[in-house]
């Protein structure tokens, strides 16, 4: 341990000394060469600018030049020098993190100040690319029918949707889910106790969305199989704006059948005749009745004209008066109010609304300053089939979340910028029915709320209900518990809050070397209170504070050996984890205070610093061109990430009397602890592809992948004292492989678009981190044995299609179709009494596919841009199978004679039916 830390001392070092290396990870660079158009000589001292910024070059005694630190867009860049024709190339791409070439041929005139100017294209290939990665660039983002960033996501290579029709998870290359890292404009954004994005960042405020899956550089750590790196817009040189609007009002008209309980007066089951349903009298128990029969239920429709969906979108920037080139400014968001297509159900609703702001400001030529906000809200309630008929019974979450940040760049000189960035990004979630002086008992005099009064007794709405006759499961012996009353109460309130700062460095110290190298140090504040009162005889507390600190610092040098074609990404990373928190030394006497070390013999304190934990992560990548149009690319890297907090903390109360030890009397043999000791869970990733131009607007690239994943968090079953027992650990083991194929056409003639095709397999042992909890409670009441090899994923898809296609002459009218196929996911067969039949995941579930599609008309007039949107969601009206019964592999059919038809036929399991909305955006 103590050599890794003088590693990391030695790394430090380095970064004061070198003064002239980094990377800001949110800028691209512009290369490339100025000739004599008629000799093919190179031009020394010609000027290359970027029109309506302070960004410039001139080329050296070869003719080259570089610019870097350049922020993603398009630019009009000319080149410019005594005796030539100026050259203006408009619609110039900059990619992050990647070069675009760009070169000039001038033309030589005896006349001062003549002009040309052409359309430059993005290249079909980007030969500098030594990984799987994906740009979508705001323009693209516009002209699909998406109403939110993670619709885009689903059409990278890789990517694969599982989960309920309002759940939907993502995963990326046979990974679990919350693998992909999320970052705005350089800052990470994830929800660091529950995993996820953190926060979101409305389509008109994006400029450019980054897709990383492959082997991704050095300086991206925190993800084991991807990063999303959402770049947000800044003002320009001219004043933009727009407002643009969607609804789906009384265009998707839908009729639903369903069944439906007899209810009395009071909202207590009866049955046809108004004979209430009791545990001697009902579908299951009583003799001569089947659970299906139509005497207990009526066949009920629901006619709807549409979604109640509205959704508004507002952007404006440009430069700030009076402050000159470079300061500008820009701010977007928009809110979206939808009752989703389960809204008919008088349950799910949503509120959203999302905003960001930028400002740029450069108080000298080589200074630029930019501040930054990003935050959001919602309020949303989803679908509870178990409050099918007490829709009023569920609880509504409550979401907000704030990013502020600073980043100052500094260019030391053409070759060399180093950027400082810190940010604060708080986020507030909860989820309840009750308001906190009606669900707890009192508030302490810190102000905090409390189970129970001074007494020790539970007063307020959170009071144990074991044996509460209010609910129907406990008078009526019905395996379906589909409630006509009652309901949990339920309070969650977590407060998180990161403060990270950073510092990047990065030189061109030669034309062949580009070295970035920095530094990240992040503390963050976890604040958690969970209450379940109801049906037992202890409420189920979890209560804590946490602030574990993380640090990182890394290595990375682009090699672009231009007369060879070649490029090499190498890299270095150290990742620095300490939680700040204790774990119980050992877990077979979770709640003893001193036990004997096994190694000395000796008694030592049970509780005691979690470790600290250091790792080193390697990456390497090369692209080489193996024929004229073709590129060869290969890559291999480490990746560690720190489990979600969650599964450090899980069960822990500060106000039980027994903290820091468990309560193992709350929850007996089914207790399930966290491990503040676990470690970070690593990948070792490999691709290797070739890129090919087939044709002048066409090219294909075709890339192998093989991962595999250690130390997967999961439980572990302690024959403990005085209570058997689950705790946390690292200890599954998952791999995945395939290949992807993408096809892609460049925009002309009217047409463009991409397709990728994805094969693969994704394997493992465990399911999930519940996966070997499942298989004990399975072995010790049902008698079935956990696997013995690996087993498929829940999300291992063998066949994946996605595609965009773009139809259209820009500016005048355009039609976009998004679409995806998925061969049928995994689910495990069961018996008709819920037994496990064969090997978990091994059957499959029906096959899915969408197309959606948006048609545009553009409008000028008077110096204003009007566009018509129509959006077709589900072009097809495919419906959709998201989860299926286990024995029989249907949504709609189950084989166990417990269950009635209320609870087998479950909306959630399809997707959403074909759904119309009409828009209008004007803007200028």
Same mark, same amino acid.
């Given at each position: ?35 004599? @158009? ?73 006349? !001062? ?238 509120? !959203? ?67 400082? @960035? ?26 905090? =709320? ?40 339920? =309070? ?9 700062? @950073? ?85 077979? @006497? ?61 069960? !822990? ?86 290949? !992807? ?105 029906? =096959? ?77």
């Amino acid at each position: 341990m103590r050599n890794k830390f003088t590693v990391v001392a030695l790394l430090l070092f380095l970064v004061l000394i070198f003064s002239d290396l980094a990377f800001s990870g949110v800028t691209g660079k512009i290369a490339g060469m100025v000739k004599d @158009k008629q000799t093919g000589e190179a031009l020394i001292g010609a000027n290359v600018i970027i029109e309506g910024t302070t960004y410039g070059a001139a080329t050296d005694v070869e003719g080259y030049y570089f610019i870097i630190n350049i922020p993603p867009g398009k630019y009009r860049v000319k080149a410019m020098m005594m005796g030539y024709k100026t050259l203006i190339q408009n619609d110039v791409q900059v990619v992050i993190d990647l070069t675009t070439k760009l070169d000039f041929s001038l033309e030589q005139t005896v006349l !001062e100040g003549e002009i040309i100017e052409i359309t430059a294209e993005r290249p079909l290939i980007e030969k500098d690319v030594t990984s799987s990665s994906t740009v979508t660039t705001s323009d693209q983002i516009d002209k699909m029918p998406v109403s939110s960033f993670s619709e885009v996501l689903v059409t990278t290579p890789g990517f694969v949707e599982s989960g309920t029709g309002l759940n939907r998870e993502i995963n990326v290359r046979g990974g679990r889910t919350n693998e992909l890292a999320f970052m705005i404009d350089g800052f990470y954004v994830e929800d660091p106790l529950m995993g996820g994005m953190g926060s979101d960042v409305a389509n008109v405020g994006i400029s450019e969305l980054a897709v990383m899956t492959g082997t991704f550089n050095a300086e991206y750590g925190e993800a084991m199989s991807g990063v999303l790196n959402i770049v947000t817009k800044e003002g320009g040189s001219n004043y933009s704006g727009r407002v643009r609007f969607f609804t789906d009002k009384n265009m998707n008209p839908h009729s639903y059948k369903y069944p439906y309980k007899y209810l009395d007066e009071n909202g207590r089951w009866v049955d046809k005749d108004g004979e209430p349903v009791t545990a001697a009298y009902n579908p299951q128990s009583t003799p001569g009745i089947n659970i299906f029969d139509e005497k207990f239920w009526e066949r009920r429709t629901k006619e709807v004209s549409d979604f109640n969906t509205f959704h508004t979108e507002v952007d404006f920037g440009g430069p700030i008066p009076l402050l000159g080139m470079g300061n500008s400014f820009f701010i977007a968001g928009d809110a979206l109010d939808t009752d989703t297509y389960l809204g008919w159900t008088g349950q799910p609703y949503r509120k !959203e609304r999302r905003a960001n702001a930028k400002l740029a400001l450069r108080p000298f030529n080589s200074v630029k300053l930019v501040f930054g906000a990003v935050g959001g809200q919602q309020r949303y309630r989803n679908y509870s089939h178990t409050n099918k008929y007490t829709p009023q019974n569920l609880g509504t979450n409550y979401d907000t979340n704030l990013m502020l940040n600073g980043t100052l760049t500094h260019q030391l000189s053409a070759k060399t910028f180093y950027t400082i @960035k810190s940010s604060i990004f708080s986020t507030h979630r909860a989820y309840y029915r009750y308001k906190a002086e009606d669900f707890f008992s009192m508030q302490d005099e810190n102000g905090d =709320w409390q189970i129970w009064n001074e007494d020790g007794v539970y007063t307020g709405l959170a009071a144990p209900s074991y044996a509460d006759q209010e609910y129907e499961f406990n008078t009526v012996v019905f395996l379906d518990s589909v409630w006509t009353s009652g309901g949990g109460a339920v =309070w969650e309130d977590r407060d998180n809050k990161i403060i990270s700062g @950073k510092f990047d460095l990065t030189s061109q110290i030669t034309r062949v070397h580009q070295i970035k190298l920095g530094f990240e140090l992040k503390e963050t504040q976890l604040s958690y209170h969970y209450v379940s009162g109801p049906y037992r005889v202890i409420p189920n507390v979890e209560k804590y504070e946490h602030k574990p600190i993380e640090g990182s610092v890394y290595l990375q040098d682009k090699m672009e050996f231009e007369n060879l074609g070649i490029v090499v990404n190498a890299g270095v990373r150290l990742d620095y984890m300490d939680t700040r928190a204790k774990y119980i030394f050992d877990p077979l @006497k979770p709640t003893a205070e001193y036990v004997i070390d096994p190694l000395t013999g000796e008694e030592r304190q049970n509780m005691v610093d979690a470790d600290k934990k250091l790792h080193i992560s390697p990456r390497l990548g090369f692209a080489h061109p193996i024929m004229d149009k073709a590129v060869l690319h290969f890559a291999y890297g480490h990746f560690y990430q720190v489990p979600q907090y969650s599964y450090l903390f899980l069960t !822990e109360n500060l106000d039980d009397p027994n903290y820091p030890f468990p309560n193992m009397a709350i929850s007996q043999i089914y207790t399930r602890l966290g491990n503040a000791n676990l470690k970070p869970e690593k990948t070792i990733a490999y691709e290797m592809g070739v890129a090919t131009i087939l044709a002048e607007d066409i090219s294909l690239d075709v890339t192998f992948f093989y991962k595999n994943i250690y130390d997967y968090t999961t439980f572990r079953r302690y024959q403990a004292v005085p209570v058997q027992y689950h705790r946390f650990i690292n200890q599954d083991y998952a791999n995945a492989k395939g290949v !992807e194929v993408t096809l892609k056409k460049r925009f002309s003639n009217y047409f463009g678009g991409q397709v990728n095709y994805t094969l693969s397999k994704a394997e493992g042992n465990a399911s999930d981190v519940t996966s070997h909890w499942n298989d004990w409670y399975n072995f010790s009441v049902n008698k079935t044995y956990p696997p013995k090899k690996t087993i498929n994923m829940p999300w291992d898809q063998t066949h994946t299609v996605n595609f965009v296609i773009d139809v259209g002459k820009p500016g005048v009218w355009g039609i976009n179709l998004l679409g995806n196929y998925g061969s049928g996911l995994p689910y495990t067969p069961l018996s008709s009494r819920g037994l496990r039949i064969d090997e978990p995941n091994s059957a499959r579930k029906p =096959w899915t596919m969408t197309v959606n599609m948006r048609a545009t008309r553009t409008f000028k007039w008077s110096g204003y841009i009007f566009t018509l949107y129509a959006d077709v969601d589900n072009l097809l009206n495919k419906k959709n199978v998201y989860i299926v019964h286990g024995s029989t592999g249907k949504p709609d059919i189950n084989l166990n004679w417990d269950y009635s038809e209320d609870w087998i036929d479950r909306p959630y399991y399809y997707g959403p039916p074909r759904t119309f909305k009409l828009g209008l955006s004007a803007g200028f």
